[in-house]
């Protein structure tokens, strides 16, 4: 089984619609990430978490929302779905302040 | 000066060819360095770290120059299957912060 999930694997919304991404993982690390990455533009950090108690924003959190519901499980939201939010989006676990280790990823399309 | 960077190439190269590419980050405070792989459409992952002294493994090496402030990353006798996109990621050189990706490097081996 893999150790970072994510879920759904592949998304088509509307505008305007709330929709929610999850992430778990069975690594037992403390820190969590989502990205998004869009071609030309690499990785783009959105939110990280150290803990459950734990959230920090990334480069491009506008729009976005998380929640640590508990040290396995990572949730992003996007209150309002908009078409520039159609992109992969990455989530991402780590022991410390060394390597990460990426989900499957999420294709998510707003029309 | 961004803070990581990369060529993105495309890298053309025949098999069996010798290919480097480098990554320059620009916070000198940096510890930790790492290059992934990413196949179109997956998720990145973790290649090699990349360790003061340089490191090895089968025909990947890795190099770090803190006085230049590059790491770059040497594949040996080039396979079709090395054909990725390979991204360097440095941390921020801040406790608690989240690994630094650069946009990629795209390498194509053909036969």
């Known amino acids: 089984d893999a150790d970072v999930t994510q879920t759904p694997r592949n998304r088509i919304t509307k505008t305007g619609k709330r929709i929610m991404l999850e992430c778990s993982q069975t690594k037992g690390h403390d820190r969590m990430y989502w990205y998004r990455q869009d071609p030309g533009l690499g990785l783009r950090l959105i939110y990280y978490?150290?803990?459950?108690?734990?959230?920090n924003k990334g480069e491009i959190s506008d729009g976005y929302s998380v929640s640590r519901q508990a040290q396995a499980k990572f949730s992003l939201s996007l209150e309002s779905a908009i078409p520039n939010q159609t992109a992969l989006y990455f989530c991402?676990?780590?022991?410390?302040?060394?390597?990460?280790?990426f989900g499957p990823g999420t294709r998510l399309t707003v029309t | 000066r961004k803070e990581v960077e990369q060529d993105p190439g495309p890298f053309n190269v025949p098999e069996g060819a010798t290919v480097a590419f480098n990554c320059t980050y620009s916070n000198s405070a940096s510890q930790s360095f790492f290059w992934y792989r990413q196949d179109c459409r997956k998720e990145p992952k973790l290649l090699m770290s990349v360790y003061s002294s340089g490191n090895e493994d089968g025909r990947f090496t890795a190099q770090l120059n803190r006085a230049s402030q590059y790491i770059s990353l040497l594949i040996r006798d080039s396979k079709l299957s090395d054909s990725a996109t390979y991204l360097c990621a440095v941390n921020s050189g801040q406790a608690g912060t989240a690994l630094i990706f650069g946009k990629g490097t795209t390498l194509s081996v053909s036969s």
């Open positions: 991402a676990t780590a022991p410390d302040d060394t390597e990460q280790y």
């Open positions: 978490s150290f803990d459950v108690k734990d959230i």
